[in-house]
Antibody
């Protein structure tokens, strides 16, 4: 059974960089059939996709966060990571790591829905 | 930026049918996915590729697509179906994932 587990600080100061890691167990992050992503949910609000990475290192980011986001993958550790710079209180949220399926059409392949989620970790931005 | 539009809330009595819509210009080109989220829990995929149901999801959950609108239908709603529901798709290029704003389903 695939499992995803987020880890990282639960409290980050304003203007600093939020860093989280997702460890994947029960399956390989190097599979060509999936993308690995980060999704967040501010308290009491909806889901927001942050970005995703393919095992090859190709990245896809939410345009509204792109200037502050870096997602990387470490296949040797079966992990992928999120860095979000210059955080403010608006970045306070539960952060989920997730596995997206893939579907192919017309010669191109795309991210599909999320079939596995981490349990989520609350990150609070406060001084 | 691309958006998916859902109604904020839907209310139904037990045993009735709940329908939750999601609208977006790229939906004719991109698949839609639906998630159920209960308080304090991670979302759960209930419909993928517009109308497919993952194993373990009750048959009362179904999905459909028509033009720029996709619909999640829950037939014979049960009290345990009370939750927030989110649609998810991608922009027309297929590279940017988007979530709808979510719909709170209340079982009266």
């Amino acid at each position: 059974q695939l499992q995803l587990q987020e880890s990282g600080p639960g409290l980050v100061k304003p203007s600093e960089t939020l860093s989280l890691t997702c460890t994947v167990s029960g399956g390989s992050i190097s599979s060509s059939s999936y993308y690995w992503g980060w999704i967040r949910q501010p308290p009491g609000k909806g889901l927001e996709w942050i970005g995703s990475i393919y095992y090859s290192g190709s990245t896809y980011y939410n345009p509204s966060l792109k200037s502050r986001v870096t997602i990387s993958v470490d296949t040797s550790k079966n992990q992928f990571s999120l860095k979000l710079s210059s955080v403010t209180a608006a970045d306070t949220a539960v952060y989920y790591c997730a596995r997206h399926g893939q579907y192919c059409s017309g010669g191109s392949c795309y991210q599909g829905g999320v079939d596995y989620w981490g349990q989520g970790t609350l990150v609070t931005v406060s001084s | 930026s691309y958006e998916l539009t859902q109604p904020p809330s839907v209310s139904v009595s037990p045993g009735q049918t709940a329908r939750i819509t999601c609208s977006g210009d790229a939906l004719p080109k991109q698949y839609a996915y639906w998630y159920q989220q209960k308080p304090g829990q991670a979302p759960v995929l209930v419909i993928y590729k517009d109308s497919e149901r993952p194993s373990g999801i009750p048959e009362r959950f179904s999905g459909s697509s028509s033009g720029t609108t996709v619909t999640l239908t829950i037939s014979g709603v049960q009290a345990e179906d009370e939750a927030d529901y989110y649609c998810q798709s991608a922009d027309s290029s297929g590279t940017c994932v988007v979530f709808g704003g979510g719909t709170k389903l209340t079982v009266l």
